[in-house]
């Protein structure tokens, strides 16, 4: 089962994912320079088809998938497939209404002769026939785990630890290596998949949160730092029990560059089957930062910071509320308290959006 049900539905993640879209704007030329090396399906002959893993409510992938098409079609004037993946779980109505901003019938967002559709499914496994793919890309999706191990972090949320240490949150190295091994597991997975659905010559392209091991920084620092800490404060005034806390992990793992190829380098069939053509970690703008920079206002940069955070928590803290307790009251006395340490501490949960990313081809 996935570890994980999707965004907070209903565009509210599309409305708080400018951070996200800036990240992909950051890799995604890679692969548009890329796409001269093409193969190009002869007139007449199957169509170029794309897939992006992990699509959401398809705001930043449209628009990505928009500009790749747009290269496409520099190349030929053959129709293309272009396909949105996510959980079953995920708000796919959001994802039509993108795709179709001017109702049913009407051209879709991504052109003329460039036809979209929705496949449901686990990235980690195949979602398209063999040898049926051009391009495949996966935008902030590969750091979710595809299932949690069996493991517990009593004293913090999720793996990579708090940034700023202290005697309540802390992660140890052998409480950490469950989960390098799960991350490590699934992106052998995923890999292999994308192998699989990949013609000769495809490219994929990945971009996800991470770390930045030379400067010892990870795109964990300041979110989970401050939604600890908020949690803490609701077990504090008796509004969550203790154990909500303790049993409450996020299946993330925010890797490396590093650990991004090392499955390519060290499998013998990865090895065969890509060429890492290019990897890096950058860091990322952040929208609402650079606010702050420009206008000095803390109570706008914690309402959106709260927002941006709230997207993509939100339905797994929503998960693990006991159903004897009013979860939205509860949700929303969480978020309030976000916001209020925000405000009263920027510089305590200082954000910055690390990323990491590589392209790939399929080896012949």
Do not use: C
């Amino acid at each position: 089962m996935p570890s994980t049900s999707g965004m907070k539905p209903g565009g509210f993640y599309d409305s708080h994912s400018d951070t996200q879209g800036a990240a992909i704007d950051a890799f995604l030329p890679w692969l548009v320079e890329a796409i001269g090396e093409l193969p190009i399906p002869p007139t007449g002959g199957p169509p170029l088809t794309l897939l992006d893993l992990g699509s959401s409510q398809g705001k930043n992938a449209i628009r990505a998938m928009r500009g790749l098409a747009e290269a496409i079609r520099r190349r030929t004037e053959s129709p293309a497939w272009v396909l949105f993946s996510d959980l079953p779980t995920n708000d796919f109505n959001r994802l039509f209404a993108n795709l179709f901003p001017h109702g049913p019938g009407s051209t879709p967002a991504l052109g003329e002769g460039v036809f979209a559709a929705a496949v449901a499914g686990s990235a980690y496994g195949l979602i398209v026939p063999p040898a049926s793919l051009h391009v495949a890309t996966s935008f902030n999706m590969i750091g979710w785990l595809d299932a949690l191990p069996h493991a517990r972090l009593p004293r913090y949320l999720l793996a990579t630890g708090p940034s700023a240490r202290g005697d309540r949150s802390a992660v140890t190295d052998e409480e950490r290596e469950p989960f390098r091994r799960q991350a490590a597991s699934d992106l052998r997975r995923f890999y292999r998949a994308r192998a699989g659905e990949l013609v000769p010559d495809g490219k994929l392209l990945i971009q996800v949160f991470g770390r930045d091991e030379a400067n010892d920084r990870s795109a964990s620092d300041g979110i989970y730092d401050v939604l600890s800490a908020a949690l803490l404060d609701l077990v504090d005034d008796g509004t969550l029990p203790a154990e909500v806390y303790e049993d409450l992990i996020f299946p993330l793992y925010f890797r490396t560059t590093r650990e991004l190829v090392e499955p390519i380098e060290s499998e013998p069939d990865l090895a065969s089957a890509f060429r890492v053509d290019r990897a890096e970690t950058v860091e990322t703008p952040v929208p609402f930062n650079a606010e702050l920079e420009r206008d000095g206002g803390h109570g706008e940069w914690a309402r959106r910071f709260t927002g941006f955070l709230r997207a993509f928590t939100e339905p797994v803290v929503a998960a693990a509320i006991p159903t004897n307790l009013a979860a939205e009251e509860i949700l929303a006395s969480l978020y309030r308290r976000v916001e209020t340490r925000l405000e009263e501490d920027p510089d305590r949960y200082e954000f910055r959006f690390i990323s990491v990313g590589a392209l790939l081809t399929r080896l012949g």
